[in-house]
């Protein structure tokens, strides 16, 4: 029988946890605080901030959004992030990926203050986690780090398949199989468009995390009975309903499923879990620039 992981379950059970957290941030008098900065007007964006919104109300962390037109000068961006940089009530900034083009990405990432950084995208946290010394793990990975040890999946010694090396997904995910830690200790291979016979490595995989954005791409012919499929994609596809597309993994979960041991599956699987880790992060930055301790889940 495949196991497959209920994604929304165990977001809610580190959700519930989350919230004795902030309970104990509270009896100090501190309610963290996470700031959401849009540039855009893509739809998808927009979806997105609202939701991070909504779970920051739902579980007592002051969750606001500041939003700025998407023509406006980069100046003005960086002026924001500086404002909140100085604010002490402000535990946890995001700028919602991607900005516009005139918006240089790196310098972004570099300008928000590391203890505020919860993404995990300034440079000394990037460091800090390819040295083993993670302060805040990236909302996604993290987040499959957390399904697999609700799973019961040892990842110690086993080999793991990553497909996908973007700065979000792949190449933290790696970095924390990598790790000489719980949930790493995985002998690891990174695969991306320039990698050859794919298929031969995720057949030799005992887990897979597929993070490569093509719809259903890997299926039950590219991998081995018994093995852990984590898929992280989230694909529009056309579909022949009401809203006109549905959404689809990377994985072709009906083929996958016939070999897999453990399996996510799109929605419900992996998708649930980044916004409860970036909650986890916020709860933690507010503990490290309080200096009152917290029980994290
Ligand atoms: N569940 C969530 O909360 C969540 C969060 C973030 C992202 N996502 C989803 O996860 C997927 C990946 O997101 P991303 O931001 O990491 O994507 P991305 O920045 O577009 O990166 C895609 C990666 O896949 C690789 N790739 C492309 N074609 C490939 C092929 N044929 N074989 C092997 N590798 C290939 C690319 O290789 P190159 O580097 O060589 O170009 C690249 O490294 C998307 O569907 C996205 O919507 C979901």
């Known amino acids: 029988m495949t196991d497959e992981i209920d994604g929304n379950a165990v ?128 909302c996604t990975p993290h987040g499959v780090q957390k399904l697999l040890e609700s799973a019961g999946v040892k990842t110690e010694g086993k080999e793991a398949v990553v497909v996908g090396r973007s700065d979000i997904v792949g190449k933290p995910m790696a970095n924390l ?31 897979v995390v597929a993070a490569a954005g093509l719809p259903e791409f890997i299926d039950g012919s590219m991998l081995s009975e018994g093995t852990t499929v984590i898929d992280v994609g989230i694909n529009h596809v056309d579909a022949d309903n009401d809203k006109g597309y549905k959404l689809v993994g990377d994985v072709d979960f009906a083929s996958a499923k016939q070999k897999a041991d453990v399996i996510t599956p799109v929605p419900g699987g992996v998708g649930p879990m980044t916004i409860t880790m970036l909650l986890y992060n916020t709860v933690k930055a507010a503990s490290l620039q309080t200096d009152v301790p917290v029980d994290l889940p």
């Open 177 to 207: 199989f990598i790790q000489k830690a719980p949930g790493g200790n995985a002998t690891t291979t990174l695969c991306h468009s320039r990698t050859t016979d794919l298929a031969a490595k995720t057949r030799q995989a005992d887990i």
């Open 11 to 138: 977001s809610a059970q580190i959700r519930s946890e989350l919230e004795a957290s902030i309970d104990q941030l509270g009896e100090s008098g501190v309610t963290p605080g996470l700031t959401t900065v849009l540039m855009s007007e893509d739809n998808a964006s927009q979806t997105y901030v609202s939701m991070k919104q909504r779970a920051c109300e739902n579980i007592g962390i002051d969750g606001q959004t500041q939003e700025l037109d998407a023509d406006q000068p980069a100046e003005d961006l960086f002026d924001l992030i500086d404002d909140l940089n100085a604010r002490s009530d402000v535990h946890g900034i995001l700028v919602q990926m991607p900005v516009p083009d005139h918006v240089d990405k790196r310098r972004v990432f570099r300008s928000v203050d590391s203890m505020k950084d919860v993404d995990g995208f300034h440079p000394e946290n990037v460091g800090r986690l390819v040295a083993g010394n993670a302060r805040y793990k990236p």
